[in-house]
């Protein structure tokens, strides 16, 4: 029988209803002076920029209450995401807002309430999409600057705009101005940035083929965007502050707009015309780059010049996580105030935590865009370092505030990887007693995955709730001690929480392969992520990595082995390396990389056959047969839960869970292996629903529902 014998000594003994005491740090003073914005005042320096969430028009309530925390949170803007300002911008299937009727403005007021209910200014971000839509839904034809096929694969033209198109398109835009501030808005956008707004493409030299007044000469390309901040401002200007959000580079050279040549030039034809420059460089894959392809605060370079030509306020990006980066970018002139996306998603309450100087309590953003694949799946919004993240109404959860215990009292929560990390956390924060084992020193695969090339960020995920469980004398961390399930039973637990994770398999059982494939027991040198992650390498090559996961891993370890020095095969069934990383807004990233590292792409191949040293693969379309010399294998496949324990306490058909003395559940990825932002939320509603009574066969959360209309006429 094994049993806990090692324990990490805590370091506090703050109980959840600890107050906190410790004041600002004087070098963030100036993050907290106002700023005036036109007419409008924001009460310190924090931004939150427009945003998706995958929830939109659709759910009005959902993203209120999302947009109400961050105001709680200190950011002194809160803004939307894109706002449609017609049926001729419809951007079906992305959930994104609409301003198209008075009814979207209604919705929209109820953001604007919760946002105004913290004394913060709330942001509307309205935008004419041109050819980057198709119009599913509305079925109108698409307008754009020019004759040409709108952006993706729908069999679809845009019509090139007539005079009468932009003056109608001006009117809509004036009219959706007037419903934002009618619904309370304090701050009105005009959109030009991402390479998805109608002035943008207008601007570009690569979209704007037109001969009239607005085309030809820059000055011309300009001209509907100043037409448009001239009719904000006409509109609305006397309550509100007119924004104007400007992607200053496209980072591709001479074939579009640059920092240093029309992106300066368009800076100083419009430089006192808004109230406020929101500055970035475009397309959304560069603005929000990835941790591992891009550092903080990397966008200085692009758009430190717009504050030398300009008296108004400029906020801007960069993944912004600490709070001397952020002071240094207002000292050395840079900024004015600090804008950001992912991390006031990961973390709602930064500014506030700045301004108390609990530094230490921050959830730091680990820049993988989890949130951002939301948008691209049309799924709500998630975070990996923030598991109430799009949760604040559906569920009732706050990213700082938990309900309190229940009428239990001592949990044991087994491992300690970021599912079993989040719930003792939660349930210390709860009340609970919790006492929380693992194996070895915990974090789990995150920690595990940080070594990995370009994620060291991920290390966050671990160290964030390390440090705040040391800092809760209620929970009581055994690292290097195994549980059997004897020590379990013995344990006096009310409540056992099975966070034990999950392993890689061997057999290459994937996606698409559904059986064990032929011949790989045969092979001499078979790896997975797990091997490689403990430090072992192919001894030699040629190498095959075999991915059938289709995020990450397949493509950093294909790089990792390649940087080595081998020979690397990349084999996926998939129509692209690391197909899922579309969602992420990575995946042309990691297939460059791969190719600077020399490593071969064979893709929509199917692993059909291994031998001592090569593999058969098949084409997923034809069935045709191909042979690959392979000294070493490395499979990318799926996972299975380390459910042993789980079994051998609750019965092989889970018999015996009702004569336990204790509550059992599989948290995370031993219950059913995903990604690390599914594990934490995994962990994080075990400990925010135990001891509650939900109903089993009803709907767990609250949800938004269509208005029925029986007006047929």
């Known amino acids: 029988m094994i049993y806990l014998l090692r324990r990490l000594t805590t370091l506090d003994h703050n109980t959840p209803d600890s107050k906190h005491t410790m004041t600002r740090d004087p070098r963030y003073d100036v993050l907290f002076e106002p700023v005036q914005i036109g007419p409008v005042t924001a009460r310190n320096r924090f931004y939150q920029v427009p945003h998706c969430n995958g929830m939109g028009h659709g759910m009005p309530n959902t993203v209120a209450a999302m947009r109400g925390v961050k105001a709680e949170g200190g950011w002194a803007v809160v803004a939307t995401e894109e706002c449609d300002i017609h049926p001729s911008s419809d951007v079906l299937p992305y959930h994104e807002a609409r301003l198209w009727d008075i009814e979207d403005q209604h919705r ?358 390390m440090d705040q469980l040391q800092r809760l004398a209620n929970v009581r961390f055994y690292p290097g001690s195994e549980m059997d399930a004897d020590s379990i039973r013995d344990f006096g637990a009310d409540h056992v929480a099975l966070a034990t994770g999950a392993h890689w398999r061997r057999d290459g059982v994937g996606r698409a392969t559904w059986r064990s494939v032929d011949g790989v027991d045969d092979h001499p040198a078979i790896l997975t992520p797990d091997d490689i992650l403990a430090g072992q390498r192919p001894e030699h090559g040629p190498v095959v990595i075999y991915d059938d996961d289709h995020y990450y891993l397949g493509g950093v370890i294909a790089e990792l082995i390649a940087q080595s020095g081998q020979s690397v095969t990349l084999v996926t069934p998939g129509p692209e390396v690391s197909h899922w990383t579309q969602n992420t807004m990575e995946q042309h990233r990691i297939e460059q990389r791969l190719i600077e590292n020399g490593v071969d792409l064979v893709c929509k191949q199917v692993l059909a056959g291994v031998s001592a040293d090569a593999v058969d693969i098949s084409c997923i379309t034809s069935a045709r047969r191909r042979v690959l010399p392979c000294a070493a294998l490395v499979l990318v496949t799926a996972r299975l839960p380390e459910n042993a324990l789980y079994f051998a306490l609750a019965g092989t058909d889970e018999d015996q869970l009702e004569t336990l003395p204790f509550s059992l559940t599989r948290v995370g990825d031993c219950m059913a292996p995903g990604t690390i932002a599914a594990a934490v939320y995994h962990g994080h509603r075990y400990a925010r629903e135990l001891d509650a009574l939900p109903d089993p066969d009803g709907v767990p959360f609250k949800r938004e529902y269509s208005i029925i209309q029986n007006d047929l006429t």
């Open 108 to 465: 929209h007021a109820i953001m604007v309430d919760a946002v105004h209910a913290h004394g913060s200014l709330a942001a509307v971000e309205l935008v004419h999409n041109g050819h980057v839509v198709s119009n599913r839904y509305s079925r109108l034809p698409v307008l754009a600057v020019s004759d040409m096929p709108v952006v993706g694969y729908d069999p679809v033209q845009a019509s090139a705009m007539t005079r009468r198109d932009i003056a109608n398109v001006r009117r809509w835009h004036r009219n959706a101005a007037l419903r934002a501030r009618d619904a309370g808005f304090d701050i009105v956008y005009v959109y030009a940035g991402h390479d998805l707004a109608l002035p943008m493409h207008f601007i570009s030299r690569r979209y704007n083929q037109r001969t009239d007044e607005y085309g030809g000469s820059l000055e011309n390309r300009v001209r509907l965007t100043r037409e448009l901040l001239e009719d904000t401002r006409d509109a609305v200007g006397d309550v509100c502050g007119v924004a104007f959000r400007f992607a200053v580079d496209e980072l591709l050279g001479s074939d579009g707009i640059c920092s240093d040549t029309e992106g300066r030039e368009i800076v100083e034809m419009l430089a006192e015309l808004p109230d406020l420059w929101d500055v970035n460089v475009s397309d959304w894959a560069n603005d929000s780059v990835t941790a591992r392809f891009g550092e903080e605060g990397a966008q200085e370079p692009y758009v430190s010049f717009v504050k030398k030509l300009t008296t108004k306020p400029v906020v801007g990006v960069g993944r912004f996580t600490s709070a001397d980066a952020m002071v240094a970018q207002i000292q050395r002139g840079v900024l004015d105030m600090i804008g950001a996306a992912r991390p006031s998603i990961a973390d709602p309450f930064l500014p506030n935590k700045i301004e108390q100087g609990r530094l230490e309590d921050i959830r730091e953003c680990i820049g993988c865009n989890i949130c951002v694949s939301g948008d691209f799946t049309q799924s709500p919004i998630r975070c990996t370092q923030n598991p109430t993240m799009g949760e604040e109404w559906r569920r009732g959860w706050h990213p700082e505030t938990m309900n309190r215990k229940g009428h239990s009292d001592r949990v044991l929560v087994v491992g300690a990887g970021p599912a079993g990390l989040e719930a003792a956390l939660a349930l210390g924060q709860r009340g609970y007693e919790v006492s929380l084992a693992d194996s070895v020193e915990g974090g789990g695969r995150a920690v595990l995955e940080s070594t990995l090339p370009g994620f060291s960020s991920y290390r966050r995920v671990a160290d964030y709730r």
